[in-house]
């Protein structure tokens, strides 16, 4: 069997639509900017993308900035911003935060100040779905839209965060969404692009593709096909605890994305899992993060009160709509191959 990507939450494949809108996008000349017909026909790319990821996120144009990712996104959100957040926010916002909201051990959190905290709606490692309260300052939706139903409208956050290539589109493009009437200090500046929120020339041609990729992830949602994914995802969980009743399945009493899968086998290291895993041809991520090649358990993990051995032992397996059943399958059967041999030597 040819190589089975099993790693969708860390990046989603790049959709047809996608490279179709950036490929016609290249072909365009001016300057967004500019106001001759060759710079109005490249503002026009961006404006329909603005107008694509507002429908698939339920918000309204004006309410699109552009950005490189989500990570500037939340930066141009969260500078100069005092907010309360817990342990299991993304890098990116765990950054701007005091990580002191409490976390349950099913990975949920309850925000008693929703003005002044911002709240994830749905963890990359985990799954595991979170209440937005009414007013929350902001949120990261980069792992929920496309894969779960989210309008921007009705979830009581004030900003919003998300990234292209989460949803299929290019790596290198995101979004600021703003509730209407509120506005954010540009930390770019020189050029009064994006409404004077984001200053520097659109990425033309990655914008294009993030607005083609939300409205057919949108398609996708609507059609039903992460509930395939979801009953995949549970036919994975069930032979995975089938071959290791060991195991500890990460968030299973709480609400989670329909194609996360996280689990700890404690005393068998993720990376190592990760490179054995790669080596019989699969792709997945470890629940634990290297920094300088410093390998540290995953605080997400620790936050939900796993033991360091429990939190470094976790790997994370992430479908999508186009994973087969037999990927599924082969990726169980290679997995419990290297558990047995683990269980041997640890005998």
């Known amino acids: 069997m040819s190589r089975a990507y099993l790693d969708w939450n860390a990046t989603a494949p790049l959709r047809p639509e996608a490279r179709d809108a950036m490929i016609a996008a290249m072909d365009v000349l001016g300057n967004p900017s500019s106001v001759h017909a060759e710079g109005r026909a490249a503002k026009a790319i961006v404006e329909r993308a603005r107008a ?18 989500a990570t500037e996104a939340a930066s141009l959100a969260l500078a100069g911003r005092d907010l309360a957040g817990a342990a299991i926010e993304h890098d990116c916002v765990a950054a701007w935060t005091d990580g002191a909201v ?19 709606a749905a963890n990359s490692e985990t799954g595991v779905l979170q209440d937005l309260p009414e007013g929350l300052a902001f949120t990261d939706a980069v792992q929920a839209v496309g894969k779960v139903p989210f309008a921007f409208s009705w979830s009581g956050a004030e900003m919003a965060a998300i990234s292209a290539h989460k949803f299929g589109g290019p790596k290198g493009a995101g979004a600021l969404i703003l509730r209407r009437g509120l506005d954010v200090a540009a930390q770019l500046r020189g050029g009064g692009q994006e409404m004077g929120r984001r200053a520097g020339t659109e990425n033309v041609v990655a914008i294009a593709g993030m607005g083609a990729a939300a409205a057919a992830a949108q398609a996708d949602l609507d ?16 032979a995975l605890r089938d071959a290791a009743p060991d195991l500890i399945l990460v968030g299973e009493g709480a609400a989670r994305l329909p194609n996360t899968t996280c689990i700890a086998v404690p005393g068998w290291r993720g990376e190592t899992q990760v490179m054995q895993m790669d080596l019989a041809g699969f792709a997945i991520s470890a629940g634990s993060a290297c920094s300088s090649g410093k390998v540290k358990e995953s605080r997400v993990l620790r936050a939900m009160g796993l033991d360091a051995d429990a939190a470094s032992s976790a790997i994370r397996i992430s479908l999508g709509p186009t994973t087969m059943r037999a990927e599924v399958d082969g990726f169980v059967a290679a997995w419990a191959r290297q558990h047995a041999k683990f269980r041997a030597r640890a005998a």
């Open 52 to 69: 694509q990821v507002a429908e698939a996120t339920g918000a309204g144009e004006a309410d699109i900035v552009f950005t490189s990712g």
């Open 102 to 120: 409490p976390v349950d051990e099913a990975g949920r959190v309850t925000v008693a100040e929703p003005e002044r905290s911002a709240l994830q």
């Open 223 to 238: 059609a039903g096909r992460w509930e395939a994914v979801a009953e995949l995802r549970n036919i994975l969980e069930s």
